[in-house]
């Protein structure tokens, strides 16, 4: 009877063992098996999850516009008063709803290239008003002809037409007008060939950015998704040095396996150049477990600041010996009209910049740019891009409508909110094919590991003490 009692005190010990051997040998496994199947899912071909959802995004992206509608523009323009603004908006488009066109994989050098059209759909819902709403902004003509024609004599030519036009520093113009182009009146008086018509955004329906090249990640996964050229160059010919490279992703996605310590690069068209995001905090996005990266204040920090930004200072003047921060003079990728890309309100710009301009109110919380990213596959779930679109205007002296301003200005036209959350479906889907999964793994191993543990400490204890017991 006790060697009965023993022997099965000794089984229950043994399974326990190997149940707790079993959950610890099952962790590193696991983790291989986990790894070698997102290796395999996120790769850019035909038949993985991540092909599926990068050629057409299954998300609904939404791109909302508020305008700055000037309230002063005569004081302003006669008197170089400050520019007092007044935020109007949303007005809301449904954005890249259209599939990646002209896919080609390059099986040599594993990468695949491919073109985005561009398309927007306004959204009257979700908007606070219609595309007639009008709005008082800044002519954009009148605002860029003295600094793409410097030359005196032909300023004083232009300053005919524009007075013959009956144009302004200011004009009136509707929400569709300013966004998606105008025929402009001063332009139409020109008389040698030039494009005729206006617009923040103009050309964008029906036109595609690119082509890019992205590597597919088939033979290095550390690569999946990384740009290696953008319109057949691997550098921008905008900035000098290495501010010029094309570095990253298009932000939809990053190389899997990403750790908070990592800095996130991608390239964005919009803006002209590479930026960057650094980790923010961690987020539950419909039961999914994200990282929040955001982009950091010292992305447009000063050089004085941030030594690394000194390639994109590319003028003394405005930027008060490069000693400005906050803005971004893109006018060389704009056919050198001087457009300039901040934060909206001016968040993280130095004074000097927003000191013109009253009715601004910058929020971190608000007009922060942030991504929410899985960390396993490096799926990008959730996004906010916040960007504000402003033009240059300088005292002119040959130009009338601009002679009597004392002082430059960086005019905020418009601030956008381009946003994409993952649906409820596809975040069901996501917690069951990859979240899921690996939570249930995890789980087995620390059941397996606990109870084998428990149940090996157990039976050793009851077959000592049964064996002191017999002993006396």
């Known amino acids: 009877m006790g060697c009965n009692r023993n022997c099965g005190l000794i089984t229950g010990a043994v399974i326990g063992a190997v149940l707790a051997v079993f959950g610890g040998v099952l962790m590193p496994v696991g983790d291989m098996l986990i790894e070698k199947t997102i290796k395999k899912e996120v790769v850019l071909e035909e038949g993985t999850i991540a092909y599926k959802n990068w050629v057409k995004t299954g998300t609904t992206v939404y791109r909302q ?3 700055f509608d000037v309230q002063n523009p005569d004081e302003v323009a006669t008197n170089s008063d400050k520019i007092k603004v007044k935020q109007r908006g949303p007005y809301t488009y449904r954005v890249r709803y259209l599939a990646k066109e002209n896919v080609t994989q390059d099986s040599e050098n594993h990468t695949v290239s491919f073109v985005q059209p561009n398309g927007a759909i306004f959204e009257p819902s979700l908007s606070v008003g219609t595309e007639n709403d009008t709005f008082t902004v800044l002519n954009l003509a009148v605002a860029a002809a003295p600094h793409i024609y410097t030359n005196s004599f032909v300023q004083t030519v232009l300053n005919s037409l524009i007075k013959k036009s009956k144009s302004s520093m200011f004009q009136n113009r509707t929400l569709k007008e300013l966004l998606w182009g105008y025929k402009d009146p001063f332009l ?11 617009g923040v955004f103009y050309p964008y329906n029906d036109t595609v950015d690119g082509v890019y ?12 998704a990384i ?6 160059k691997r550098t921008l010919s905008y900035w000098p040095s290495y501010c010029d490279m094309i570095n990253g992703t298009d932000a939809a996605s990053f190389p899997p396996f ?4 990592r800095v996130l690069r991608f390239f964005s068209s919009d803006i002209c150049r590479s930026i960057y995001a650094v ?8 039961g999914i477990p994200v990282y929040r990266f955001v982009l950091p204040a010292k992305a447009f920090a000063s050089p004085l600041q941030n030594p690394d930004n000194h390639c994109f200072c590319t003028e003394t003047v405005v930027s008060n010996n490069c000693t400005s921060y906050g803005v971004l003079d893109i006018s060389k990728c704009k056919e050198g009209k001087p457009v300039y890309i901040s934060l ?6 130095s004074p000097d910049i ?14 922060r740019t942030y991504l929410d990213v899985e960390p396993i596959t490096g799926f990008t779930l959730q996004f906010a891009k916040r960007l504000q679109v402003n033009i240059l205007v300088k005292p002119a002296r040959k130009i009338e409508a601009l002679k009597n301003l004392k002082r430059n200005y960086i005019v905020p036209i418009l601030w956008l909110n381009e946003t994409g959350t993952i649906g409820d479906e596809k975040a069901k889907m996501f917690r069951s094919q990859v979240t899921g999964k690996i939570n249930l793994l995890g789980l087995v191993e620390k059941v397996l590991l606990g109870v084998g543990a428990v149940m090996f400490v157990a039976f050793m204890i009851s077959y000592c003490a049964c064996r002191s017991k017999n002993g006396k």
Do not use: R
């Open 213 to 224: 090249k992205v590597f597919n990640g088939k033979d290095n996964i550390s690569k999946v």
């Open 354 to 367: 927003s000191e013109p301009i009253e009715g601004l109110s910058p929020n971190e919380e608000e007009h």
């Open 279 to 286: 980790f923010g905090g961690d987020v539950d996005l419909k």
């Open 344 to 349: 909206p309100h001016f968040l993280h710009a």
């Open 258 to 261: 990403v750790e908070k310590s």
């Open 227 to 232: 740009i290696d050229s953008y319109k057949g």
């Open 188 to 198: 139409s008086l020109v008389p040698y060939p030039i494009s005729t018509t206006v």
């Open 65 to 67: 516009f508020w305008i």
